[in-house]
């Protein structure tokens, strides 16, 4: 089956900053790679969303790009606030979210 | 709109004793699922309900039971609860199951002593 890793597992940066969390997936057929931030204690949700046919996404201060020759793909997030601290998943799919595969997480902090 | 709500909010079990989680949605949603999120290792799917009246395993079934009830509810069963099974575990649900978006209730936190 699939196998995702994600790093790295935890990020500080200064408010302001830039963020990158880089994710690789074993397999070469996935097509869909979701990204789900969860704050302490809270339920995850998606932030955004990537599929095979698509090179970068773009969300105001979010960003996606995926690499399907490397098989890796990576969530970027411009002029950090705190409110962006909080533990981010990146996950990968064939068909159907029945199969998704999840990471690891990173925890991101947001220093003011 | 409530989206999905989970039940109980938190839970202490001894060793095998029995109990179930319930998980509800309002969404007029077709597929849900349950996870359990452990400590460094993300999300991992227990089972799923594609639509109304079928059920599948996941990724780590052993030791769950699950019924789709009806299309808004999906329960979870742990028919003799062990340690190993201490997680958060959370309820999902989607329009559909084909890369859609999945909506995640509150969790539940399950303590197995």
């Known amino acids: 089956g699939e196998n995702v890793e994600q790093h790295p597992s935890t990020l500080s940066v200064q408010e302001g900053d830039s963020a990158v969390i880089k994710c690789t997936y074993s397999?070469?057929?996935?097509?869909?790679f979701p990204w789900y931030k969860q704050e302490l204690g809270k339920r995850p949700q998606l932030i955004i969303d990537i599929r095979s046919n698509v090179g970068e996404k773009k969300d105001q201060r979010i960003a996606v790009t995926l690499n399907k020759t490397a098989k890796h793909f990576s969530l970027h997030i411009t002029e950090t606030q705190p409110e962006d601290s909080a533990v981010y998943f990146c996950a990968a799919t064939l068909y159907n979210n029945n199969d998704m595969r999840f990471g690891a997480g990173t925890r991101l902090t947001v220093k003011p | 709109n409530a989206g999905v709500t989970q039940t109980p909010k938190f839970q202490v079990l001894k060793t095998g004793q029995s109990m179930t989680l319930q998980c509800a949605q309002d969404m007029n949603h077709n597929s849900m699922y349950w996870y359990r999120q452990d400590p460094g290792m993300g999300l991992r799917l227990i089972y799923y309900s594609a639509s109304e009246g079928t059920t599948d395993k996941g990724e780590v079934p052993n030791g769950y039971n699950v019924s789709r009830l009806n299309k808004r509810e999906f329960s979870l069963r742990l028919e003799s609860a062990a340690p190993s099974q201490t997680s958060v575990y959370f309820c999902?649900?989607?329009?559909?199951?084909?890369?859609?978006?999945?909506?995640f209730g509150p969790g539940t936190r399950l303590l197995v002593l």
């Open positions: 397999d070469s057929a996935s097509n869909y």
């Open positions: 999902a649900s989607s329009e559909g199951q084909n890369q859609e978006t999945q909506y």
